[in-house]
Structures are given as structure tokens and as C-alpha cells.
């Protein structure tokens, strides 16, 4: 009998604790999901006129350690911390790409890749974001370090910028994804820039010189002005067009 009784103050025991276990994991903090995005109401290019030209914004690369679907942050310059209950509401690549692609189509004012089936003889450009680094620091600010491109889509100018981005953030996890979201439109700012002087230049023909066969001419393409000390750009070799 004593044993009997010993055995079932285990298995009561034992079902106890599987139910404060169920209690306290329902008990858990619910998922939290972030996303880059903008007004996309903002964004709609006027489809009553026709465009000047038309972006196509290309999948964009980030490092392999905020690949991630939760959300990554520093912890030091040698550590960083996975979130498991804050995460982003689709990958961090197509967070970036949707964010920029709605950001420089607002600001340049050109309909982006919706718009690409339609684009006629209207001249279509390439753009290109290769992110370097993205660090989210709590409390601190968040970076985003990147490479980014534009080129016409049938011809052979490319003009390739560096841009680093950094933008103060308060306490909280929210303050980051704002942070970031900042971040991107500032380098969205110095793409959509990149872009008019792009359209503004592709167009010209190199000269002929007396006496020559064709020789290439200097572009005039450059990378667009910083706005403040928290941004740098670096100017990269841009190929010109010959005739």
C-alpha cells in the first residue's frame, strides 16, 4: 500500500509539472512582427501621364548573419543577440527591396517593377543594393552599410556608390526597425539623386574630336552628395558610353 501510494504522488507530481509547464508557455510572450515598409499610398506613381523612365529594383544581398527571419542585435563589436519572439514580417531582402523600391520610386518619381511590363520605349533602370553590414544597436543606432548601382537597362553606363547610414535610436526594439527605416530612406534619397543626374547625362552622345576616330568621353555621372555627418558616399569608376 505504501508503495502504491508513493507511485501515485509521482505521477500526480508529474502531471502537475507538465501543467505548469503548459501554463507558463501559454503564459509567454506572443510573437512580435516588423516590417520596413512605407505609406504605400505615397508611393503610387501617376499612371495618367507617361513616365520619363521606369526602375527596376533587383533582389537585394545582405550578410548571412542577419539573413535571418528573427531580428538580430549587437550586443558588443563581437557578439550580437537572435530575438526569438521579434521577428520581420517577410525576409530582411525583401524587407530592404520593398522599403528602398517604394522610398526612390516616391522621390525620383518613376513607376518601379509593377510597372515593368509596361515600359514601351521608355528607358528602363537597373538598380542595385548590395548590403554590407546592417547592425542594430539597442538603445544606441542603427547602420546599414551598402553598395548600390544604377544602370541603363540597354546600354553600358553603370554609376556605383558606397553609402553608410547610421541614425540615432532610443530604447526598445520598435526604435531599431524605425531606425533602419530611416536609414533606407537616406540612402533611397542619394539613389533617387543618382538617378536624375543618371537620366540627365545617359543621353548625351560622346564627341568626335577633329582629326580622330570616336573617343570616349568623360561621364559626368558622380555620386550624390551627403546630407549630414551620420552618411558618407564614396564615388566609384562609372563606365562611360562610347559611339
Sequence with gaps: ?????RSWRTIVRTVTGIGLVVLTACASQPTRFYTLGTNSEATIANRTTSPAFLIDMRTVR???????SQLVVQVNAAQVKILE???????????????????????????????MGEAGDV??????????????WPGSHALIDAVWSVRALNGPET????????????AGYYAIVDGHRRAIEGIAAQIAEGLRGFT??????????????GRKRKATLSCPALVSGSER?????????AQ
Design 1 to 5: 500500500m505504501v508503495t502504491e501510494s
Design 62 to 68: 545582405v550578410p548571412a548573419a542577419v539573413a535571418k
Design 85 to 115: 519572439d521579434d521577428r520581420w514580417a517577410s525576409p530582411l531582402a525583401d524587407e530592404i527591396r520593398n522599403a528602398l523600391l517604394a522610398d526612390v520610386t516616391r522621390q525620383a518619381g518613376a513607376p518601379g517593377g509593377h510597372a
Design 123 to 136: 528607358p528602363v533602370y537597373q538598380v542595385s543594393v548590395d548590403v554590407q553590414r546592417f547592425e542594430s
Design 159 to 170: 554609376l556605383t556608390c558606397h553609402s553608410i547610414v547610421s541614425r540615432p535610436v532610443s
Design 200 to 213: 540627365g547625362t545617359s543621353t548625351v552622345r560622346p564627341t568626335r574630336l577633329a582629326g580622330t576616330t
Design 233 to 241: 558616399g564614396i564615388d566609384a569608376p562609372v563606365l562611360d558610353e
